[in-house]
């Protein structure tokens, strides 16, 4: 249980166009969801924390406008990223909280690879 | 073998021999502490937690500690083998507003040689 899936695995876009990331919850309900942007050989950094049917809360520095984060239902996220550019060429990650188990748990998606050329 | 992670160290073990990888965090309120394990190209996979009343906590081949004093935090595997071979981030858990949020630690990354 406690699947978390991502699509697509890997995109290559050229720069200026916009890419959308999705992020389901397989085998349960996702209250929250949390987007993670992670660049090679570093860690992880938060984006946005978005729970269900309400705005997502972005963390400091990261352009809520150019990073469309969508919630609409408790087992799908998407992540638009408008306007790409090199710079947002990344790995990002989705996580997922179960409503129904305790708050700590988080559960991670597979990644997307970003290339922007 | 043992680490500390103040950057993102490597840690080079024979295969059989205990890891030590340690990691220190910042948030003296932290109450929530976990380790993932990250291979190349993959999403963070859970090791083990602790919780903040814990200062041991054992699993399969794992184990982790936490001094809270220092805010230091352990993750010990037993018997290291080539598939432990992976970055490993020490993560803790920080509330905002209803939510937590995990803060995470720098990485170390752990390479088991057969």
């Known amino acids: 249980g406690a699947v978390v899936s991502q699509h697509p695995s890997r995109v290559i876009c050229k720069s200026g166009t916009s890419v959308k990331i999705e992020c389901r919850s397989l085998?349960?309900?996702?209250?929250?969801m949390f987007w993670y942007r992670q660049f090679p050989k570093q860690s992880l950094m938060l984006m946005a924390t978005s729970n269900e049917g309400s705005k997502a809360t972005y963390e400091q520095g990261v352009e809520k406008d150019k990073f469309l984060i969508n919630h609409a239902s408790l087992t799908l996220s998407t992540l638009t990223v408008t306007s790409a550019h090199p710079e947002d060429s990344s790995f990002y990650i989705c996580s997922a909280r179960d409503g129904a188990r305790r708050l700590n748990e988080q559960f991670f998606g597979p990644g997307t690879r970003l290339t922007v050329l | 073998g043992e680490s500390v992670g103040l950057h993102l160290p490597t840690l080079s073990v024979q295969e059989g021999d205990n890891s030590i990888i340690n990691c220190a965090y910042s948030?003296?309120?932290?109450?929530?502490f976990i380790w993932y394990k990250q291979e190349s190209g993959k999403g963070p996979q859970f090791i083990i937690d602790?919780?903040?009343n814990m200062d041991k906590r054992q699993g399969q081949r794992v184990t982790v500690l936490l001094n809270k004093t220092v805010k230091h935090l352990s993750l010990q595997i037993a018997a290291t083998q080539p598939g432990d071979s992976a970055v490993y981030f020490c993560a803790e858990g920080a509330w905002a507003g209803n939510n937590r949020k995990l803060i995470w630690g720098l990485g170390t990354s752990l390479a088991v040689n057969p």
């Open positions: 085998d349960f309900q996702a209250t929250t």
């Open positions: 602790i919780r903040s």
């Open positions: 948030n003296s309120a932290s109450d929530y």
